[in-house]
């Protein structure tokens, strides 16, 4: 089952620039429960940042099909990172990750 998530250039660098934190982390010091979810986003952000490569020059919207794993991995993501990061961003950047959030809760209903 695939997971259809709309996005552009915008919610892209946004999506990336959020999990830029996975760069800092040691997988090894992570609870056993949050490690899979945490390699999964790790995975994830390699495949999105090679998207942003190859989508830089366009400035059109795109859907970016995840397997369910992944797309599951990521909105826990994302819940989390609101949690914690609350003010990290600004307003635009919030609202983008409050629509990707909303779109993958939707669909792995």
Known sequence: MKILLPLDNGKLTVLNNSMQILDMLNL????????SSVSIC???RTQL????????????SFILKLPYYKADALWHFLKEFEIYFPD?????????ILLMKSELHKQLL
């Open 28 to 35: 090894h010091t992570q609870p056993r429960p949050l490690k």
């Open 49 to 60: 940042l090679q998207k942003a490569i190859k989508t830089r020059q366009k400035d059109r």
């Open 88 to 96: 990290d961003f600004g307003s635009y950047e919030t609202n983008a």
């Open 42 to 44: 790790m995975e994830l």
